[in-house]
Each structure stands twice: as C-alpha cells, then as structure tokens.
C-alpha cells in the first residue's frame, strides 16, 4: 500500500482537527465537571442539568470532526 | 398534538352547609387543584378537626413505620407484605366517618402492643448492647489478674487505653517520667490495654492524645469480679437477651402479617380525611357561602358542573373567571407507556401551559437518534435485555426506572437502523435472509453525514417555527419576525452551502439562495437585538448533530476492530475458542454500555439543547389534582 505525500499531510491535518477539539472538550468538561460534583453534593437532584451542561463542550470536538471529515473528503482520503 | 391541555380557571359558590359534600365530590373526582380565592372574605384558621386527625395519623404511621421496619432485612415477610396489599385490593374496607375510626384506632389492642413491642425491643437490644461491649472489654484483659469490682477510687483515676502495640514502649517511657501512676499492661494480638491509676489531679491527656487509642468504659454495670467471670456471664445474658429479642421478632412478624393491612386502611382513611380538612381551610366565606377556586382541564368541566350539581342538589354556582396574573398548571395528556418520556421532559423542564409543547417531537426524534448512533441490531438486543433487567431491579418512580424504559423503547430503534446499516454485532448478517445491504458505516460516510445534518435542519427548522409561533402568542412581534428570517436565513443557508460547496445547484439557484441568506441575516441581527449573538447558534447547533454520526461511526468501528481482533474460531482449539468467545463478549458488552449511554447523553442533548433553545421557555408547574388513591379501603 502506498500513500502519496498530500494525503500523509492531510491524514495528519485531520488528526489535528480532531486533537484540537477534543483536548478543548476536555479542558471545558473538566472545569463543567468538578464543579457540577461540587454542585451534586449539595443538590443530587440536579443530576440532569449537570449532565446536560456537561455534555455541551462536546460540540468542540464535533467541529473537529467535521473539519476532519472536511480535510479528509477534500484530499480523497473517504 | 402540540399543546399542553387546554386549562380553564372556575370559582364554585355553595352553601356553608354543604361545603363538605362539595369537598367530597371535588376530592373524588381528582379533576381540580385548589385554590384560595383572591377576594376579600373571611378564610378560617387551622382546626381542632385537623389537629386531631394529626394525632391519629401520626400513631398510625408511627406504627406501621415500625412494622416495616422490623420486616425490612427479611424477604420473606416483605414478599408476604405484597401478598397483604393484593389481598386488602379484593377484600376493600369501608371508609368510614372520623367518629367511627377514631373509636375504632382507640380500642385497637394491637397498635398499642405494637409499640409496647417496640419499646421492649429497644430496651433489649440496648441491654445487649451493653453487655457485649462488657464482654469485649473483659475479654481484652483476661491475660492480667484484675476485678473490676474494686476500680474505683474517690482519690484517683483509673482508665483503660488501648493502644497499637508498636506505641506501648514510648507510651510506657513517657509514663515511667511521671510520679504516682500505677500501671497494669495486657498484651493482646495487635493491641495492648493499659490499665492506669493516677492522681485526680493529674492529666494524661497530652501524653494520650499524641497516639493512635481508644479509651475502654470500666463504668459499665456489668463489668464486675473478675474479666473470665465477666466473660461466662455476659455469655450468658448475651444468650438470654438474644433469645427474648428473637421472641419479640416474632411477635412483631406476626402482628405485621396480622395488622398491617388494617393499620394501612386507617392511615389512608386519615389522610384523605386530613386532605379533605385541609382543603376546607382554602375555602372563603360570607355567613352564608363558601368560595373555592381551581384550575381544570376545561374538557372536564361539564363533568365537574354535572357531579357538583347532583350531590348539592343544584344549590351550587359555577363560574369561569379569567387570571391573568397566574399561570396555568401544566397538564400533559401522553399514554402511559410514553410516561417515561414525560418523565424526563419534566426532568429537565416543563412547558408553560401557554406554549408549544414540544413532547411528541421529542418522543419522534429521540429514539431516531439514538437508534442511528447505535445501529446494530446486537447492541439493540443486548441493550434491551439489560434495560429489563434494570426496570426490575429498580423504583419505578425513580431515574434508572425510566431511562431504563427509554433503553427498551429506543433498543428497538437500535435494531431497526441496525438492520438498515446490516450490523449485527459489528458483523454483517442481511446477506443470510435479505439481498438488503443498507448502509456501510466506512463507505457511506459522506451519506451518514448528510444524513445527520438533514436531521439537524429539520429540528432546527421546526424549532424557528415553534419559536415564531411562542414569540407570536406572547404578542413579542420583532421577536416572532426575527425566528421567522431565522428560519429563511437557514433554509437559504443550506442551499447556498449545497449549491457552492457541493455543486448540489445550478448556478442562478446558489446566488439566489446567498443573496436572500445575507438579507435574512442582516434582518435577523437588526431585529434580534441584544440576541443577535444567537445568530451563531444556528450554525453550530445544525453542526452538532453531526455528531450522530460521530458517535455512531466510533461505535461501529470499536465493533468492527474487537471482532477483527477477537473473532472466535473453532479451528484455534476448544480453549482458545472459550478465551476469545469470553474477551469477544466483554468487549462487546462494554462497547455496548458506553454506546448506550452516549446515544441517551446525546439524544437528549440534541433535542434539550439545540432544538428546545430555539423555542423552549420551560418552567411549568405541573397540574397536582386534589385527589386521592385508595389501596386498601373504598368509599
């Protein structure tokens, strides 16, 4: 199997894309997240509103994705 | 479809007199919830009726607390405790009038034994308490020749301390500085207890406090003569008073199979006749008439009229008043088995009832989601197996219960898409009964993306409608028009995307669609006001929906590569085909838990975030009729 240079390039451009958007995911959910336990001890019952707020820097890694797929369609990759 | 029901807002005027059959009839018709009229007239004050009907309530209860606890570690009897609640369901007991079950609760003997019970219990169970601590401290220091009889002193201290055994030659170091202490050692396997005896005067607190101890209690009564002594009659007792407590179990076992039934008919009998009391205090008064108010469901309103009518002998005026200061409770009319979607709506938040209920565009697009993010039919079975074995195990009122519900309805989700993208297991299987082949996650990738984002237009789309539609209603005009370029705005949008990124239009098309996208824009940014920022929103909400496919393509692929990996095969030997069929499996089952709880996370995100922000205000309350359940009597 041989692999031209342009699509090594975008394969690793791709990778970027989502590396990005997934250590700004974790960066956002990991100040969402202890605060949201902080926020549990005191009230459990506010479980879904933690998940819910918890789960919204996953867009981030999503743009990631999508640029990947962009990058990756663009050079002929899928 | 998407309004919650319809609510109307009544004033009943009766006669004083006939006050209580009104309550009555309003409580058993479950149809209206209360409220105190805002006109100005006389309201009573808490009554003697209540007060009394607290007392009785609380004995009950109290007593039926007891019953249930003594039961709780013994299924057994917390099985014959259901069988009690289906045998009171055929053989209902007659709801009776205060005066009747007041006399009743009175002379019932067993209520009053079942508290003697308990006081005797915990007299015996503190009694043994006691005795087996002087069993354990006795047993600490038979090694050393002491009674405990004679360790007091109106002049000294005598304390015992246990310490860990690798501290005793310090402590002792230190004790051998002091004058006039008497120490008495007795080593044991990791501990060691000093027996000490010092000057009242004296305190070996900061030399104590430095060292990891506990402090033994010598003033127990029954720490006297000698620790073996100590030790065979605290055997003894131990023996006795485990004996009388079993008797005592037993008793209470049997009265809770014989009682608790009619303990429960009083407590439901009180507390619908407490409600009933307490609703009277919501009534206002002139010398003559009481005034309540409520909120019903204005369908129910002929039925109310009608019941309301026949039993105050058409001594009853009803009318209709309008509120405008108080909202309407929320009432959602869904079938029971759509409860657990309810559920989480209310979860998160409840419409108001004067906007658009969003439920069934919920309970549409959420098991669509989550049956795409998932799609194996494998994953929708194990998935359904697992989601009933939860819905067992667990309340039914409770978050696991309908999330678990969610898993079951949403597994079959799982199974359709499953079969459409031919998975079973991350392997294909559509060839051995369908020419279909459906989807392939790997080559059909540019399709599935596609297929996302038309999902994500189309609750977007809905959404700006929705919001139009609210905004319309709450007579905010430039808010309304705003949703509406909104909605042009990414219509328009997509095309132009279609047109010039894919060449998916012809030419004239993508200008036209940029051109009435840039004008939708400005309008929407002129007329959104200080909320032109959510502008933005439309275009990263409509992108997160990809990540259906996102999450759907990791699940798969995960699949494909532990079925790559750890396919078993007869051909490798029967050991290595266990080994590979148990890892195979684990890894399956794992893949599948962190599917399944990604796909409900993601589902109801999409819909809680992207699709309800277009729209949703929330915050309903919801509607709580004054009502009542019967289990155990009947009217």
């Known amino acids: 199997m041989s692999i031209t240079l342009e699509a090594a390039i975008a394969s690793i451009g791709a990778g970027l894309a989502i ?19 902080g926020l549990l001890a005191e009230k459990p019952e506010e479980i879904g509103k933690v998940i819910l707020f918890l789960v919204i820097p996953e867009t981030l890694v999503i743009f990631g994705l999508v640029i990947a797929i962009l990058i990756a369609l663009s050079a002929g990759i899928i | 479809m998407f309004r919650t029901e319809k609510m109307s807002k009544i004033r009943i005027i009766c006669l004083q007199e006939d006050m209580e059959n009104a309550i009555k009839a309003l409580h058993n018709l479950g149809m209206i919830e209360l409220r105190r009229s805002k006109l100005q007239l006389r309201e009573d004050q808490q009554s003697d009726y209540s007060n009394k009907l607290n007392e009785f309530l609380i004995k009950v209860d109290g007593a039926v607390s007891i019953l249930n606890s003594s039961i709780a570690s013994d299924k057994k009897y917390k099985n014959a405790k259901l069988k009690n609640i289906k045998k009171a369901q055929t053989q209902n ?3 009776l009038s205060f005066e009747e079950l007041s006399k009743k609760i009175n002379s019932d003997a067993k209520l009053s034994e079942v508290y003697e019970l308990n006081t005797l219990r915990k007299t015996i169970e503190d009694e043994l308490k006691l005795a087996k601590y002087a069993k354990s401290v006795a047993e600490k220091l038979t090694n050393i020749d002491i009674n405990f009889s004679k360790l007091s002193s109106d002049l000294l201290h005598i304390k015992a301390f246990e310490f860990k055994n690798k501290d005793v030659k310090s402590i002792l170091k230190k004790l051998s500085a002091i004058k006039n202490i008497e120490v008495i050692h007795a080593k044991n396997k990791s ?24 402090e033994l209690d010598l003033s127990s009564k029954y720490l006297t003569g000698k620790p073996s002594q100590v030790i065979s009659s605290m055997k003894k007792l131990i023996e006795k008073l485990e004996s009388q407590n079993n008797s005592l179990m037993e008793k209470t076992k049997s009265l809770y199979e014989s009682s608790i039934v009619r303990f429960l008919s009083y407590s439901e009998m009180l507390g619908i006749e407490l409600s009933r009391s307490n609703a009277s205090l919501v009534f206002k008064k002139t010398d003559y008439t009481s005034i309540i108010e409520g909120w019903i469901p204005t369908k ?13 002998n058409k001594k009853v005026f009803i009318e209709n008043i309008e509120d405008k200061e108080e909202l309407a409770p929320t009432l959602i009319n869904h079938p029971k088995f759509l409860r657990s979607f309810d559920y989480m709506l209310e979860f998160f938040s409840l419409p108001k009832s004067d906007e658009i209920d969003p439920s069934w565009i919920f309970i549409l697009s959420f098991p669509i989601f989550y049956g795409f993010m998932i799609s194996d039919v494998g994953y929708g079975i194990m998935s359904l197996i697992l989601a009933t074995f939860i819905k067992r195990k667990t309340d039914p009122n409770g978050l696991m219960y309908n999330t678990a519900t969610l898993w079951q309805i949403n597994a079959f989700s799982a199974m359709f898409f499953g079969f459409l993208s031919n998975q079973y297991l991350g392997m294909p299987f559509n060839q051995f009964f369908t020419g ?9 990738i540019s399709y599935i993306a596609v297929i996302s984002i038309v999902f994500g237009l189309i609750q977007i789309l809905l959404g700006l409608v929705f919001g139009f539609i609210n905004e319309y209603r709450h007579h905010k005009r430039k808010l309304a028009a705003a949703k509406l370029t909104s ?5 328009s949008g997509t095309f132009a995307i279609a047109g010039g990124l894919f060449g998916a239009l012809s030419y004239n098309l993508t200008i036209l669609s940029t051109i009435v996208a840039i004008l939708s824009l400005i309008l929407t940014l002129v007329l959104s006001g200080e909320r032109a920022l959510e502008v933005i929103d439309l275009i990263s909400h409509t992108l997160s929906y990809m990540r259906i496919m996102g999450f759907g393509l990791a699940s798969v692929i995960i699949a494909f590569l532990i079925d790559f990996a750890f396919t078993p095969k007869l051909s490798d030997g029967p050991l290595l085909f266990i080994f590979y069929l148990v890892i195979f499996l684990l890894l399956h089952v794992l893949n599948m838990i962190v599917s399944i709880f990604e796909g409900l996370v993601q589902g109801l995100r999409l819909n809680f975030v992207e699709f ?9 309350v919801k509607f709580k009729p004054f009502s009542y359940k019967r289990v155990y009597t009947k009217e």
């Open chain 2, 436 to 444: 279909f082949q459906g989807l392939n996650w790997f080559t059909d």
């Open chain 2, 300 to 312: 129910k309103q002929k039925i109310i009229t009608t019941t309301l009518e026949k039993s105050l």
């Open chain 2, 487 to 491: 909605f042009i705005l990414v219509l």
């Open chain 2, 612 to 620: 309800f922000t277009k729209f949703y205000e929330g915050g309903g």
């Open chain 2, 191 to 214: 501990d060691t207890v000093l027996i000490l005896a010092y000057p009242k005067e004296l305190s070996l607190d900061e030399i104590v406090k430095s060292y990891d101890y506990t």
């Open chain 1, 19 to 37: 590396f990005g958007g997934a250590v700004g995911t974790g960066i956002a959910q990991s100040g969402i997240g202890s605060a949201g336990m």
């Open chain 2, 93 to 95: 007991q007659k709801h």
